[in-house]
């Protein structure tokens, strides 16, 4: 039970990080609207400066984090971060200008590396050849987080523009409670480790965690792993719209269907598919599963075959736990905070660029007056990237 109840809030405290961005998301339209009295053409824009600003805090602060968790511990690092973003909720439940949303989001962004630090501390608990069934766990996590907030996040909304925000913030603040009971320390003398600002800043840990044997290979899989699957979160409601005519209730369906099988993925086959075909092995696997799903959503033209496809592409999930638990084997213990925060910032950076190139993508292919009218495109260009990952992963040495 004490070694159960960490990580049940470890679980807890991803799948509150990813619950309370769905929470928020429907009712973000609706209250940009409200505060800055513009048209909805207007707070969609605000909509996406307000999601970069998130993503740029999260790209600088997720090395500094993991840093300091290595120094001074996880359970600082993650219980501080618990109550600023409790705080943070409440500030942008009472907010009356888009200033304050935009202060908000960028605190939000700092708040949100507490993955890397959960990731981490989960890291810490770990045996060699537990470390990537662990990380699907907190792929498990996510995975109902990202299924239950937007669910529970409109259901909220016709209650109020401001209730999923005090919603979220009870969360965050009943699992600060939670770990304060139940969470142990992980950082011991024998592996803390001084802080340090040149691997505390995203450029000069990436340097460091890149000088390891082999790492650079697998961190460049990463990347390109990341820039292509968000072509699913930034694309995919104007295309299923474009192409099949969804409604927002399909769409919502759709993102469900795709949570809550991504959440069995990892939670119920990476471990089996270790078992049988090794970690490297389910990596490639996982790459080659996505690969192969952006290539049919770019080609689709019945909408009926994709929704039957998406828990098909939900299984892909199994590569990333393996891929981190293959990096994760190549630091060292006092390292971890400080991987998982580089983690962090690259997701966080292909969150900064790849939308932009999949919007544009996109709207360049749905014109209908246009020289090629192709929606899928976006999922065709993320497949290429997606299938450059396989093939930089296929050719990275295997750790002797």
Do not use: H
């Amino acid at each position: 039970m004490s070694r159960r109840l960490p990580i049940l809030f470890i679980l807890t405290t991803v799948a509150i990080d990813a619950m309370g961005f769905g929470l928020i998301l429907p009712v973000m339209p609706d209250l940009i609207q409200e505060v800055s009295g513009n048209t909805l053409a207007d707070a969609a824009i605000w909509g996406g400066i307000l999601t970069t600003a998130f993503a740029v805090t999260q790209f600088l602060c997720g090395p500094l984090i993991g840093s300091i968790s290595d120094r001074f511990g996880r359970r600082p690092v993650l219980l501080i971060s618990l109550l600023v973003m409790a705080a943070d909720y409440l500030v942008m439940a009472v907010a009356g200008s888009i200033w304050l949303l935009l202060v908000g989001r960028l605190v939000g962004g700092v708040t949100s590396a507490t993955y890397a630090t959960a990731s981490a501390y989960m890291a810490d608990i770990s045996k060699p050849d537990e470390k990537a069934r662990n990380f699907g766990l907190i792929g498990v996590g996510f995975g109902v987080g990202f299924v239950l907030g937007p669910l529970l996040g409109g259901v909220l909304a016709e209650v109020g523009t401001r209730t999923p925000f005090y919603v979220a913030a009870v969360l965050a603040l009943s699992n600060t409670v939670l770990g304060y009971f139940v969470l142990k320390e992980t950082v011991t003398d024998a592996i803390r480790r001084p802080f340090s600002w040149l691997r505390a800043n995203p450029l000069g840990a990436l340097y460091a965690i890149g000088k390891l044997p082999e790492l650079t290979k697998l961190l460049i899989v990463f990347f390109f792993y990341e820039v292509a699957v968000i072509v699913y979160v930034s694309v995919w409601p104007y295309y299923a719209t474009e192409l099949f005519q969804w409604s927002p209730a399909m769409l919502g369906l759709s993102f469900a269907i795709y949570g809550g099988c991504y959440a069995l993925s990892q939670g119920l086959l990476v471990a089996p598919s270790i078992r049988l075909l090794g970690t490297r092995g389910t990596v490639s696997l996982g790459l080659w599963i996505e690969t192969a799903s952006l290539v049919f959503f770019g080609m689709a033209t019945n909408g009926m075959l994709v929704l039957l496809m998406i828990p098909i592409t939900a299984l892909g999930a199994i590569g990333i736990p393996a891929l981190q638990a293959v990096m994760s084997r190549r630091v060292g213990d006092d390292a971890q905070g400080e991987l998982q925060g580089v983690l962090a910032s690259l997701t966080s950076l292909a969150t900064i660029i790849s939308p932009i190139l999949m919007t544009q993508a996109f709207a360049r292919f749905s014109e209908t007056e246009g020289p090629y009218y192709a929606p899928g495109a976006p999922f065709l260009f993320s497949a290429l990237v997606m299938l450059c990952a396989t093939v930089i992963f296929l050719t990275s040495r295997r750790r002797t």
